[in-house]
């Protein structure tokens, strides 16, 4: 095998030296980097095409975290209310701009800004709230409107990231906590994703999957019978305590009966056609074709009613790539460095060229009366504001909800608050909890559903 690709003028990855019957991989070298002139075909876009109808028409919602903030200053529109001017990255969804609404000034008050933008995103709390803890989260907007259509799906909701698991207290991998505070743990690999939700079980499979239900289950009936136990000989304030865990565990319990019930109803059935299952979340030359394949599956899993509520972190917080491979992070301690600043504003319009492309398949798509994007709403935004100087401020928070006019929202608007008196973020989450029809008019530090959303 030739070591060098004379087409390309660059030497393959899988390279090797051959010596005495032995072959030993060569490291990483420059010449094995494509040159800018082949890095697009390195690269390929994606070839996935949107179904021409949905399998049923149902109220969805997806929301879309980004970390690090974003150039603010390219990012804020001209104007507000409906005859605002689409900024320079905005401009990116100008083929869109009646069907989203751009949201400037909200924030969280009981968030303290830095790198726990994503652990607070969705759910608004103060995590250092609680005496003699150092981190406790609430239940995020997602699980709220989870546990009202979860019944109805095979999947209650979806946690995508490009990190698995739930990560750490103040570096969460996931977006979503459930009523105690609990994260939810996040899946990273299109692959397993994919046979997760469409890739049909075996018998044998089944079987080994009812066993484990059953042991978790008897694990859940010891863990009640002896915490009911324990509660007989603790004061007042360990008694809601423990509720609040009990709370926990019964959810728990909950969803293994949920997920029994679905055990022999078949998956739908979804070809891997052009889904590009193989792309890496770690490999900065993956990253373009990996978010895209993720939205597709998101996209699919709406469209078969196997879930209606995602929360999808593109990136956790202090990491992400740019569309050519570029640090996000680093960029975004800026500090005001102008040319640091026009390079985080080419990694925004990458983020929202992605979520423009997810717009153009819901709206491609029937979907009963209209289309999908008529019945899905889709949020996209960032926990922190790097502001003009990089101090990843927890206000003025940037933030975009898009679809969903089927469901009572209105768009085609800019809705500007002044930052420093501004409502709540969770205004907004209630905004989205009562459109997808959950009738409650609490949530978090919400105060009223937000002026001139719904």
Excluded at 171 to 200: I, M, Q, Y
Excluded at 246 to 270: F, G, M, N, Y
């Amino acid at each position: 095998m030739s070591l060098f690709d004379a087409s390309r003028r660059r030497m393959s990855r899988r390279s090797v030296l051959r010596a005495t019957g032995a072959a030993v991989a060569l490291p990483l070298l420059d010449a094995m980097l494509p040159s800018l002139m082949t890095r697009s075909a390195w690269a390929e876009p994606s070839k996935f095409k949107p179904w021409e109808r949905s399998l049923a028409r149902q109220p969805r919602i997806i929301f879309c975290y980004v970390p690090n903030g974003v150039n603010i200053l390219e990012w804020m529109p001209q104007g507000a209310g409906q005859e605002y001017g689409l900024s320079k990255t905005l401009e990116v969804l100008a083929r869109h701009r009646d069907q989203f609404t751009v949201l400037t000034g909200l924030g969280h008050p009981a968030a303290t800004g830095g790198h726990s933008g994503a652990d607070t995103w969705l759910t608004g709390a103060d995590l250092s709230a609680v005496p003699g803890s150092d981190y406790t989260n609430s239940v995020s907007v997602d699980q709220v409107i989870a546990a009202h259509h979860g019944q109805q799906t095979r999947v209650a909701s979806l946690q995508l990231s490009d990190q698995s698991g739930t990560g750490s207290a103040g570096h969460s991998h996931t977006l979503s906590f459930d009523r105690s505070g609990t994260p939810l743990p996040a899946e990273n690999s299109p692959r397993r994703l994919f046979e997760r939700l469409f890739v049909p079980d075996t018998a044998d499979d089944r079987a080994a999957t009812l066993r484990r239900y059953a042991e978790k289950r008897s694990i859940l009936d010891d863990v009640l019978d002896e915490a009911n136990a324990l509660r007989r000989q603790l004061g007042a304030a360990d008694q809601r305590k423990l509720d609040e865990y009990l709370s926990s565990v019964r959810e728990t319990e909950q969803r293994v009966e949920r997920l029994e019930a679905w055990i022999d109803i078949p998956k739908p059935e979804v070809p891997p056609t052009d889904l590009q299952l193989s792309m890496q979340p770690g490999n900065a030359h993956d990253r373009p074709m990996w978010i895209d394949v993720m939205m597709e599956l998101s996209y699919l899993a709406m469209l078969t009613d196997t879930t209606r509520v995602i929360a999808y972190e593109w990136s956790r917080e202090a990491g992400g790539y740019g569309g050519g491979g570029e640090n996000h992070h680093e960029l975004s301690h800026h500090g005001g460095d102008a040319g640091m600043l026009a390079k985080l504003g080419e990694i925004d319009r990458f983020h929202l060229g992605r979520l423009g492309r997810f717009l153009d398949f819901l709206q491609a798509t029937e979907d009963g009366d209209g289309n999908m994007l008529d019945h899905t709403i889709v949020v996209f935004g960032s926990g922190m504001n790097s502001g003009e100087t990089g101090d990843h401020s927890p206000k003025n928070l940037p933030l975009l909800i898009a679809g969903g006019t089927g469901l009572g929202l209105r768009h085609g608007q800019h809705l500007a608050f002044e930052s420093e008196s501004h409502p709540p973020l969770a205004n907004a989450w209630l905004s989205t909890i009562q459109a997808m029809g959950v009738e409650t008019d609490r949530f978090s530090d919400a105060t009223s559903t937000l002026t001139g959303l719904s």
